[in-house]
């Protein structure tokens, strides 16, 4: 079975400007959580999408987005990009319950770079 | 905030040796999970501890969790070079308040051939 896959694997971009990551989970799992990483904050949630709906987000500001389609491949959009915004996000896709997260099968993240 | 924190911060042994990592959070919990990761295979699932299990075991990992203490612990026996990564615990708090699973900021192993 293919595993997480996340495009494109990295990613430079100037402040101001704005960027879409894709993500497309393991065939028959529903839930997509995205996360971002940086060396300062380590792991953060940022959102998880489950049949389309958006079913809880993180304490992130508006300018982080996201969007499930009805194949459950997900994307997440960041707009106003700050330097702050530079870190390693990852995608994780589960057969997460509506009561608890199960296992997370991560994918090999999206390098960006704000300059 | 971090829901889970690791300690130590980093661990160096010699291969061979047992490796104990310890993670403390601060609410009530559906289940914590241990993931490590490393440059070559990204952020893997180890284990999930549910909140009414006290150990778990999975080759040669063993996991307590003890919710009186809200503090779980990997153990890795007998460490091989490619233990070498860093361990991340995550707490599932779903509707206690914390949204998503929360990562601790992770605890380096270092394993010396």
């Known amino acids: 079975k293919a595993g997480v896959t996340q495009t494109p694997r990295y990613l430079i971009k100037t402040r101001g400007q704005q960027v879409t990551l894709s993500c497309s989970p393991i065939?028959?799992?529903?839930?997509v959580s995205w996360y971002q990483q940086t060396p300062g904050q380590g792991l953060q949630f940022l959102f998880e999408?489950?049949?389309?709906?958006?079913?809880n987000k993180g304490n992130f500001p508006g300018r982080f987005s996201g969007r499930q389609f009805s194949n459950s491949r997900s994307e997440m959009n960041v707009s106003t990009l700050e330097l702050g915004d530079s870190a390693l996000y990852l995608c994780?896709?589960?057969?997460?319950?509506?009561?608890?997260?199960?296992?997370?099968?991560f994918g090999p993240g999206t390098r960006l770079t704000v300059l | 905030s971090q829901q889970g924190e690791e300690d130590p911060q980093a661990l160096s042994i010699q291969e061979g040796e047992n490796a104990t990592m310890n993670c403390s959070y601060k609410?009530?919990?559906?289940?914590l999970q241990w993931y490590r990761q490393n440059s070559g295979r990204g952020l893997v699932h180890l284990i999930l501890?549910?909140?009414?299990?006290r150990e778990k075991h999975s080759g040669r990992l063993r996991v307590t969790l003890d919710t009186s203490k809200k503090s779980s612990s990997l153990l890795i026996t007998a460490s091989r070079a490619a233990d070498t990564a860093s361990y991340f615990c995550?707490?599932?708090?779903?509707?206690?308040?914390?949204?998503?699973?929360?990562f601790g900021k992770g605890t380096h192993l270092i394993i010396q051939p």
């Open positions: 065939s028959g799992h529903r839930s």
């Open positions: 609410t009530s919990i559906n289940n």
């Open positions: 501890i549910r909140s009414n299990e």
């Open positions: 994780a896709s589960s057969f997460s319950s509506a009561s608890s997260y199960n296992e997370q099968f």
């Open positions: 999408y489950f049949s389309e709906t958006q079913r």
């Open positions: 995550a707490t599932d708090a779903r509707g206690g308040g914390a949204d998503g699973l929360t």
